[in-house]
C-alpha cells in the first residue's frame, strides 16, 4: 500500500477538480476573451472561479490574477513591486527562509542596483516582527514574509510584521507567499494587512500549473509580460480556463477548520510516535502548521532515508521539491547544525492522510535507522 506523505511538494488532483477541467476543456472550451455565446460562457466560468479564490482571501473578484503557479505570483510580486516603486525607493526586505521564487527574484533584483536585506528567524524557525522592523527605514519600499515556511511549516506572525513595518515607513508595500498556508489556514487580506498576497493550485487538490495573486485595489505593479487585453494587462495572454475552472472547485471545497483539526491530531501522533525512536528530533517549530512535520533521522542523511522509505511506497521529502536535494538554506538559517540538517525529512500531510501513513512512516524511520546506521 502507497503512503503519500509530501503534499507540501504537491497534491493529489480531486474528483472535483478534475471534473471541472475536463467539463472546461470538452464542454465549456470558448476563450474567455470572445465576444460570441461561447465566450461569454467561458467568461462566466472564469469570473466564477475568481470569486471562489477571492472568497478564500476575503477580497473582491476584481483583486484576483491568474498565474502558472506560486513561483510566477511570487516574481510578479517581487519585480512588479520593486520596478513600479523604484522612484520612491530601492530597499528591498525579505525574510532569510523564504521559497526560491523569493529569495533567487530578490537576489537578482539586488544585482540590478535594489538594496535587498534578508532578516534571519529566531531559534524556533520564526521571523520576529521587531527584526523585520528593525530592516525596514526611509527608502523601503517592499518587505515580504512568508505566511508559512515550506520545510518547516513555521508560522509567522505576518499581520504583526507588517504592522511593524508600516509604523518605520508608512508607504511601504507588503507581500506574502501563502501558497503553503492557502486552504489550511483561514486567509483575510485586510486582516493581514497585506497588500500582495500569491497563491497556487497544485497544492491545495488542483492541477500543476495554475496559481493566482491577490493585488489590493490601487496597488500598482509593472507587468512581468505583454502581449494581450486580459487580466488588465497585468498577466496578459489567453487563460488557461481548464486549470482555472478547477482551482475554483478545489477552493470551493476547502474545509479549514475541519481539517485543521484533524490534521493536527495527526500531526502530533506522528510527533509522539517520531520522538520514541532513537535519535530522531523534530525541527518544526511547536508552532508550526501541523501540515508539514520536519526531523532529523539521526545519522542517517537525507537522500539515503527517502530511497529506503521509497522502497517501501513511503514518500517524503528532504525538503522544498524546488531545491532538488540541495542543502536546505531554512535550515541553516535556523542554526542547526550541519549533520542535523543533512539528515532532515520533511513529511507534509493533506485532507487525505490517514494514521496508517504515520505508522507506516515510523516503522519505515525506525528500521531505516537500524539498517542503514551500521552500513
Do not use: W
Amino acid at each position: 500500500m502507497e503512503h503519500y506523505l509530501d503534499n507540501s511538494a504537491t497534491t493529489v488532483v480531486s474528483a472535483a477538480a478534475a471534473q471541472a477541467a475536463c467539463r472546461v476543456m470538452t464542454e465549456n472550451y470558448g476563450n474567455p476573451s470572445s465576444l460570441h455565446f461561447r465566450g461569454v460562457l467561458a467568461e462566466r466560468e472564469l469570473n466564477s472561479a475568481k470569486k471562489a479564490v477571492a472568497a478564500q482571501l476575503g477580497a473582491s473578484a476584481e483583486e484576483i490574477f491568474f498565474t502558472s503557479g506560486g513561483t510566477e505570483a511570487n516574481n510578479l510580486a517581487l519585480f512588479g513591486a520593486a520596478y513600479a516603486g523604484r522612484r520612491r525607493g530601492k530597499g528591498i526586505v525579505v525574510s532569510a527562509v523564504e521559497h526560491s521564487s523569493i529569495a533567487e527574484a530578490a537576489k537578482r533584483l539586488d544585482e540590478e542596483g535594489f538594496s535587498v536585506t534578508f532578516v534571519p528567524p529566531r531559534e524556533d524557525g520564526v521571523i520576529h516582527a521587531g527584526d523585520v522592523a528593525a530592516a525596514v527605514d526611509g527608502d523601503t519600499l517592499l518587505v515580504s514574509v512568508m505566511t508559512v515556511n515550506n520545510e518547516t511549516g513555521a508560522v509567522m506572525p505576518v499581520a504583526d510584521i507588517f504592522e511593524a513595518a508600516r509604523l518605520k515607513n508608512s508607504a511601504v508595500l507588503c507581500h506574502t507567499d501563502a501558497v503553503q498556508a492557502f486552504g489550511k489556514l483561514q486567509l483575510r487580506a485586510r486582516r493581514l494587512d497585506a497588500d500582495l498576497i500569491s497563491v497556487s493550485g497544485h497544492k491545495v487538490h488542483a492541477p500543476k500549473g495554475v496559481g493566482a495573486l491577490y493585488v489590493k485595489k490601487g496597488v500598482r505593479l509593472v507587468p512581468r509580460q505583454y502581449g494581450g487585453e486580459q487580466q488588465n494587462r497585468l498577466r496578459p495572454g489567453t487563460e488557461p480556463l481548464p486549470l482555472i475552472a478547477a482551482l475554483g472547485a478545489a477552493c470551493n471545497e476547502f474545509s479549514v477548520k475541519e481539517n485543521y483539526d484533524k490534521i493536527s491530531e495527526l500531526c502530533e501522533y506522528a510527533r509522539q510516535q517520531l520522538l520514541q525512536i532513537e535519535g530522531v528530533e523534530i525541527n518544526s517549530p511547536e508552532n508550526a502548521l501541523p501540515y508539514v512535520l520536519n526531523f532529523s533521522a539521526g545519522r542517517v542523511r537525507s537522500e539515503t532515508m527517502l530511497h529506503f522509505l521509497e522502497d517501501r511506497e513511503i514518500y517524503v521529502s528532504s525538503g522544498s521539491a524546488c531545491a532538488k536535494g540541495k542543502p536546505s538554506h531554512v535550515l541553516a538559517a535556523m542554526g542547526l547544525s550541519r549533520d542535523r540538517a543533512d539528515s532532515a525529512i520533511r513529511a507534509s500531510f493533506s485532507k487525505f492522510s490517514v494514521k496508517e501513513d504515520v505508522d507506516a512512516l515510523c516503522k519505515g524511520v525506525a528500521d531505516g535507522l537500524k539498517t542503514l546506521a551500521h552500513r
